[in-house]
């Protein structure tokens, strides 16, 4: 609008001049709504693992400089001072071999001590050392004989204990255990063995021994999934899995002595009632919608993720926004110290005492975003998921075993993340199957600190004589 067309409206009269403002008014408003939609929708494009779940795999840090932080003047290394953690000596049960050293010469005259006997303390030196590795062949003859009676001739049977494959209990658990508990490639397993053991093995010999194995888990698959179902507190939390270059899910659930994984065709609600079952445990997760139809007062939301979510919210141009983030994280940080206090104390009491004025000021603010006056969608959304979620905030003041975070589901899956990038993921539904019943026995193993290995080879043991598998929990 031009002077001249400005003063023509003014010369109109007042009703005129009205009917501009209100037109002008309304084009203000629909231009600020659509500013504040632009810059949420560039926002959403900067989420990284600092203000969202994405991991930090995920990270652009194009345009974003260095990460914050000080630089250390410390040298890499132990640092002055530092007593060292070298390595112990074994005791001498554990010692295979030992070799006693004499001295020939003595070192200032040179003069013999052949005929002279030990004397003085002694000085211990332990060497560790592999012994040479071969794959041992043995070859099972089986002989025939003739009946004197009626003439039958009869051939030897194999014994219950001897492999009906090529490769026995050992190498097969070893190789399982490259696979699944190192996460090599089939490739990389064949080298290894070829290398280290001085063995030839098939790139498909060592996916049959990997499905093979899979097989063989079956029932301790089911007894771990029931005693994670029966535990008091579960954590549980997914991601993304490819089967045949389609996209799955990966399903894990997770206690302090046991894991059980599983591939689905989603992340919805079935799959994770699929998982859980009819458990009546505590359910620490993230605020992933699948979870929504757990009873709030029977669940634990990670205050890890809403930290990032607030942190989100904090970066935000738009004040009132910013402000909502800025005061949520200042509680997420008070809720942190005050559980960090709590594990060295363990005075529960107090913990609650803190905790209390936290979950009121939160409370507060969460009722302010919900109202519909609140433009921004993702503040609004947030505040209203939180209020609708409110006992699952603070089930861990209560509860024995329950923590504000789901750390031990985070750390459980990132073993199945990594092997699935490395993987690509399964082929086949069998593969799938042999894929999460390894996985969760080799979780299940670093767990319970008990050796994978020697695990798979009690498995492959039993599936040799016929026997049920060992248990994992």
Not at 53 to 75: E, F, I, M, T, V
Not at 106 to 130: K, N, T, Y
Request: net charge positive.
């Amino acid at each position: 609008m031009d002077r001249a067309e400005a003063e023509a409206i003014y010369d109109s009269g007042p009703k005129a001049c009205v009917e501009v403002l209100l037109a002008l008014a309304n084009q203000v408003e629909r231009l600020e709504g659509r500013v504040e939609r632009l810059e949420e929708e560039l926002r959403e494009l900067r989420r990284d693992s600092d203000n969202s779940s994405l991991p930090p795999s995920a990270d652009s840090r194009s345009g974003k400089g260095p990460r914050k932080g000080k630089r250390s003047d410390r040298k890499p290394g132990g640092q002055p001072g530092h007593p060292g953690s070298g390595r112990r000596l074994l005791p001498i049960e554990q010692v295979d071999e030992v070799v006693e050293h004499l001295p020939c010469r003595c070192r200032e005259c040179g003069g013999s001590l052949a005929d002279r006997p030990a004397r003085g303390p002694v000085r211990r030196h332990q060497v560790a050392e592999l012994p040479e590795i071969a794959v041992r062949v043995s070859e099972h003859r089986l002989l025939r004989r003739g009946c004197p009676d009626c003439g039958a001739i009869t051939q030897a049977a194999l014994p219950p204990d001897v492999p009906r494959e090529r490769f026995g209990p050992r190498l097969q658990g070893a190789v399982a255990t490259l696979a699944a508990g190192f996460r090599l490639s089939r490739r990389q397993v064949v080298d290894l063995c070829r290398e280290l053991f001085g063995t030839e093995i098939a790139i498909g010999t060592v996916d049959a021994i990997v499905a093979r194995s899979g097989g063989a888990l079956r029932e301790p698959q089911k007894r771990l999934r029931d005693a994670v179902r029966g535990s008091p507190v579960v954590c549980v939390d997914e991601t993304g899995w490819k089967q045949a270059g389609q996209r799955r899910a990966l399903w894990g659930a997770f206690t302090d002595e046991a894991a059980v994984l599983r591939v689905a065709p989603s992340r919805h609600r079935e799959e994770a009632e699929a998982l859980l079952g009819d458990s009546e445990a505590i359910v620490s997760s993230d605020r992933w919608w699948a979870y929504d139809h757990l009873d709030p007062a029977r669940r634990q939301l990670c205050w890890s993720h809403l930290q990032r979510a607030f942190r989100f919210h904090a970066e935000s141009p738009l004040a009132h926004q910013s402000e909502f983030g800025e005061a949520c994280l200042r509680i997420a940080a008070g809720v942190f110290e005050s559980w960090r206090e709590f594990q060295r104390s363990g005075d529960r009491r107090r913990l609650r005492r803190e905790v209390r004025p936290l979950e009121r000021d939160l409370r507060k603010r969460c009722e302010q975003g919900k109202r519909k006056s609140v433009k921004t969608r993702y503040h609004r959304g947030l505040a209203r998921n939180l209020i609708k979620a409110w006992p699952a905030l603070w089930t861990f003041l209560e509860h024995e075993g329950v923590e504000p975070t789901n750390n031990r589901a985070e750390r459980g899956l990132r073993h199945a993340v990594i092997y699935r990038k490395l993987s690509q993921g399964s082929r086949s539904e069998r593969g799938a199957l042999a894929t999460e019943r390894l996985l969760s026995a080799a979780i299940s193993c670093r767990l319970g600190g008990r050796s994978l290995f020697a695990y798979l080879v009690e498995v492959s043991q039993a599936s040799i004589r016929g026997q049920p598998a060992p248990a994992l929990a």
